[in-house]
């Protein structure tokens, strides 16, 4: 993605993909309906794919979701059971219910009209943590605190198409910065970020169920606007 889609509008977020006639998407929630496409290593899918906040009919499709995407963000190394408590702590239909209720936490869906393909969520705040916070060098920020693609479209530009969207969402909030945490041993979630302009910035732990995993920090500055 170039940088200059990271706080664009919706309008110039559509005008960009514009450029390069390759995938159709709809952006709803983002300056209402409208087809635009996509530019990622030209692979065509016709499929219309929508962008929008979640709602209480998605919580138990996010669960799927996060069941299948969550596992492929921990090490080899972590103990299925660690992986199946949080999934069933952390990430069951009720715990996302009440993210959806938190005026502080945005969810976005990225769905092809009927499955959920991905979803990310943002945490409105200052992170409570005080290592998180001296590692990030720009205030007010916002944390990306989850971002699951489905396994079948890794590689296909999906993930950028969210990307694009939450960076954008977060932009609106008036934030100068956005965060995030992702394990140390996951290369293409650390490469997908950096191809985004997020920079690791520090190190903090996960408690994983009885475990403790690392993380790197990886902060996304947004340009100043005049
Ligand atoms: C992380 C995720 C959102 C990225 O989406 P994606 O569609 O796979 O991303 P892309 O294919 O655009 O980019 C991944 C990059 O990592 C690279 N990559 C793939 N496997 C890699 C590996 N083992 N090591 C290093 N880089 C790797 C890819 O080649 C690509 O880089 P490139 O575009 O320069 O070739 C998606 O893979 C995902 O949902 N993973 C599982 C859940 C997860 O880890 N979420 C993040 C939690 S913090």
């Known amino acids: 993605m170039e940088s200059d889609c990271i706080a664009c509008t919706a309008g110039t977020l559509l005008k960009h993909h514009l450029r390069s006639p390759n995938r159709a998407v709809t952006l709803r929630r983002h300056g209402g309906p409208g087809t635009g496409v996509l530019s990622r290593r030209g692979i065509m899918d016709p499929v219309n794919l929508l962008i929008d906040q979640a709602t209480a009919d998605d919580v138990e499709r996010l669960a799927e979701l996060a069941a299948i995407t969550f596992p492929l963000a921990c090490p080899a ?3 299925p059971e660690d992986i ?18 938190d005026p502080g936490k945005t969810l976005l869906c990225l769905s092809d009209g009927n499955r959920l393909i991905a979803y990310s969520m943002l945490i409105d705040g200052e992170p409570a943590d005080g290592g998180v916070r001296s590692s990030l060098s720009t205030f007010p920020t916002i944390e990306l605190s ?35 945490g992702t394990n140390d ?23 994983l169920g009885a475990g403790v995993e690392n993380d790197f920090i990886l902060e996304l500055t947004f340009p100043e606007r005049s």
Do not use: C
Request: without cysteine.
């Open 185 to 207: 041993e996951n290369h293409r979630a650390v490469r997908f970020y950096e191809k985004h302009g997020f920079t690791k910035v520090g190190v903090k732990t996960f408690r």
């Open 146 to 180: 989850k971002f699951y693609v489905h396994p079948d479209h890794h590689g296909r530009g999906q993930a950028t198409l969210l990307m694009q969207a939450t960076l954008e969402t977060a932009a609106q909030k008036g934030v100068s910065a956005v965060w995030l």
């Open 77 to 79: 190394s972590s103990r």
């Open 84 to 101: 199946e408590h949080h999934i069933a702590t952390e990430l069951s239909p009720v715990r996302f219910r009440q993210h959806l209720a």
